[in-house]
T-cell receptor, first 113, second 109 residues
Framework: KAGVTQTPRYLIKTRGQQVTLSCSPI?????VSWYQQTPGQGLQFLFE???????NKGNFPGRFSGRQFSNSRSEMNVSTLELGDSALYLC????????????FGEGSWLTVV | EDQVTQSPEALRLQEGESSSLNCSYT??????LFWYRQDPGKGPEFLFT?????EEKEKERLKATLTKKESFLHITAPKPEDSATYLC??????????WGAGTKLIIKP
């Protein structure tokens, strides 16, 4: 059974640009969550989608947005990139998200220069 | 406020030296407690889920236990390949997942 797949794995962007990251969940999983991880901050919850609807949202500015498609695949977008957005962005999926185990992808490393 | 606290922040052990990592939680209506292992530059890898006090689960050299206030990850006779950051997280009554900051475990040969 394929795991959570994230693309791209690495990318470098310039301040002010925007970026879109993609996540394909485990087959049959309908909940997708996104996290930001930096060395000093640990795992920070961005948002969670279930059946194409944003169900939970973390404390991030509006520059961070996401969406989920009917096949459960998800994308997150960061607009007007800042240097502080450099981080590992992790996608995780679970069957329903309601207390079920979540499984992570390998992450997308974003460097903003 | 719901909170998950892991201790110690870092732990250095000699190969074969058993020890425990602690995850204490103050979470209303715990719906599940999870342990993950994370290697540098990679996504967290699922280890265990515990749902009720008294529950224990084992996998190779690792055993996770749960009480009403904390969870322990016991590592028996660790090997250098067990070096990683271990994360715990708890689902509260609203199914919000609260994460600890992790314990960085280093096993020296």
């Amino acid at each position: 059974k394929a795991g959570v797949t994230q693309t791209p794995r690495y990318l470098i962007k310039t301040r002010g640009q925007q970026v879109t990251l993609s996540c394909s969940p485990i087959s049959g999983h309908r909940s997708v969550s996104w996290y930001q991880q930096t060395p000093g901050q640990g795992l920070q919850f961005l948002f969670e989608y279930f059946s194409e609807t944003q169900r939970n949202k973390g404390n991030f500015p509006g520059r961070f947005s996401g969406r989920q498609f009917s096949n459960s695949r998800s994308e997150m977008n960061v607009s007007t990139l800042e240097l502080g957005d450099s981080a590992l962005y992790l996608c995780a999926s679970s069957s329903t998200g309601d207390g079920n185990t979540i499984y992570f992808g390998e992450g997308s490393w974003l460097t903003v220069v | 406020e719901d909170q998950v606290t892991q201790s110690p922040e870092a732990l250095r052990l000699q190969e074969g030296e058993s020890s425990s990592l602690n995850c204490s939680y103050t979470v209303s209506g715990l719906r599940g407690l999870f342990w993950y292992r994370q290697d540098p530059g990679k996504g967290p890898e699922f280890l265990f889920t515990l749902y009720s006090a008294g529950e224990e689960k084992e996998k190779e050299r690792l055993k996770a236990t749960l009480t009403k206030k904390e969870s322990f990850l016991h590592i028996t006779a660790p090997k250098p390949e067990d070096s990683a950051t271990y994360l715990c997280a708890a689902f509260d009554s609203n199914y919000q997942l609260i994460w600890g900051a992790g314990t960085k475990l280093i096993i020296k040969p």
